[in-house]
């Protein structure tokens, strides 16, 4: 016990020491919010990985998933590595970073506001933000929580105070720059964790090995080991559009591209990124899916399945003591990176979004302070949501259908296509604030139908959209001109 308190204790005591370093580097709103667009490759691409990647994976998703679906759920793998991370930085990191910058903007509701000549569609898209990535931060305490419980014994309510103070302690300090600095340390940490935790479960006597691995699940169930698992094609095909697609309407992944220092650091960024998730899900994804060979049986409580405690079990079973405090540190650090990208962009998306709206003239210091504040209040509720008894995944998964629903049609066509019209985002919106609400209600929040409707709320508004666009008036000229100019060095 005293190890994972050694390891746990340094960790916190490194994020105080990048806090107040960072503290003398912030100047002004846009050093707080951007960093001064001076990212630096390598920190973009951890900063994008270890956002992309927390607890959510780990615990939640890789436990259940795992467990249900066998090795095919090593699709989402290939969907998370080669379209949520290589073709994100393809498609959208150059003409993000080169039309925010041109255009001014720093988040992604001020974006469509300019894009589409529409203060009500950022008002409306800021509150989005702030309502349902609220969901997606409570399954990240979540995850942890039932990590830390299962290795120190510690409730998990207690586990969630001390990562509310320690993430809006950090960002109160040093916003971005902060951030940004910690994800590089903490990708580190996640790499190295990854690869002992891959170690040390292929080689647990009862996986006996990679060949080990297959010949025993099939030994349980023979669909385990084939192309697609027992669930079917539906649920699998869902969950990769939702976790992979849905990286790209997220505010707090694409913020990343805001920020990188050059278009040239952007194809570093993309590489570096690419390899990271490739590591980050395998390992995850994999560990998951021979969780079977390591306990016999799934947690229950009451008589019913508890998945997200798949993980922590699975950790504490294989791993030496020392190992598995790395493995602790490395889920708390994709967690603070993540937690930090989430509230960054929803204490933006209110205070830069919609206060500045409301009142131009108040001044970069006010609102400086007001975003910090922000960053305290929505890691408050997100710790009040994440006391509900709602599975990680049906957080994640609502949240992610959402948001990425409601903004990834808009921002991406946005960016490409000048027939566009903020009447068929408005449209887009709507379907898919319908396809979320009619979906819970059918199914119960609970309910495993619960990703592909997320899913089906990120797709259907494209196509929404772009009819809706087709057959309504086109913008005049002059701003299409603005806002598609050339290339501004």
């Known amino acids: 016990m005293k190890v994972y308190w050694f390891f746990l204790v340094g960790y916190i005591l490194m994020i105080m020491v990048v806090s107040a370093m960072s503290r003398k580097k912030v100047e ?70 080169e039309m925010t910058q041109r255009l001014n903007v720093s988040t992604m ?5 300019v894009r589409y000549k529409s203060k009500p569609l950022k008002i409306v898209s800021a509150t989005i933000i702030f309502v349902f990535l609220m969901p997606y931060a409570a399954s990240v305490y979540k995850g942890l929580g039932y ?10 309510y207690i586990i969630l105070i001390i990562m509310m103070v320690l993430t809006a302690l950090y960002l109160f300090a040093g916003g971005l720059v902060a951030a940004t600095m910690v994800d590089f340390i903490q990708g580190c940490i996640m790499i ?19 060949s080990g691995a297959i010949s025993n699940l ?20 869902s969950l990769v559009i939702l976790t992979s697609l849905g990286s790209w309407g997220l505010p707090q992944m694409v913020h990343k591209f805001y920020t990188i220092k050059s278009e040239k650091s952007i194809k570093t960024a993309k590489w570096v990124s690419t390899a990271f998730a490739l590591l980050i899900t395998t390992g995850a994804y994999f560990t998951g899916s021979i969780s079977r060979l390591i306990i016999s049986e799934c947690p229950t409580v009451n008589g019913m399945p508890v998945y997200d405690r798949i993980m922590p079990l699975v950790i504490s079973e294989t791993l030496p003591t020392v190992v598995a405090a790395i493995i602790l540190v490395l889920v708390l ?30 001044n970069g210091k ?79 929040f609970g309910s495993s139908n619960i990703p592909t409707v997320g899913a089906l709320a990120i797709v259907v508004p494209i196509i ?3 009819i809706v666009s087709l057959v309504t008036e086109s913008y005049e000229d002059r701003h299409i001109n603005y806002i598609f100019a050339k290339e501004v060095k």
Not at 417 to 427: E, L, M, R, S
């Open 192 to 210: 190295v964790g990854v690869i002992l935790m891959l170690f040390f479960v292929i080689k647990f006597p009862s996986v006996g090995g990679l």
């Open 28 to 97: 002004g709103v846009s050093g707080y919010l951007l960093g001064g667009r001076r990212v630096p490759p390598w920190m973009s691409a951890f900063s994008y990985g270890t956002a992309y990647f927390s607890a959510v994976l780990f615990i939640g998703y890789a436990g259940k998933l795992g467990w249900n679906f066998g090795l095919s759920v090593l699709w989402i793998v290939v969907g998370n590595t080669v379209i949520g991370t290589y073709l994100a930085w393809e498609v959208l990191g150059k003409r993000t970073r």
């Open 333 to 362: 650090s994709a967690s603070m990176s993540t937690l930090a990208s989430l509230v960054l962009a929803s204490s933006s998306a209110i205070s830069i979004d919609l206060l500045k709206t409301i009142k131009p003239d108040i």
């Open 147 to 156: 990590l830390f419980e299962e290795i120190f014994g510690i409730p998990t």
């Open 464 to 466: 929404t959209m772009s």
């Open 218 to 237: 099939k030994s349980i169930n023979k669909e385990l080991i084939s192309p697609i698992g027992p669930p079917g094609v539906v649920p699998i095909l």
């Open 366 to 444: 006010t609102l400086m302070w007001v975003m910090k504040v922000l960053c305290v209040v929505f890691v408050a509720l997100s710790y009040i949501v994440a006391t509900s008894d709602s599975p990680i995944l049906n957080l994640a998964s609502l949240s992610w259908g959402a948001v990425s629903g409601c903004l990834l049609a808009p921002y991406l066509l946005g960016l490409y296509w000048k027939k566009a019209t903020k009447q068929g985002v408005w449209v887009g919106m709507l379907t898919a604030l319908s396809i979320v609400i009619y979906g819970v209600s059918k199914y119960g």
């Open 109 to 113: 509701p001020e974006f469509l506001g």
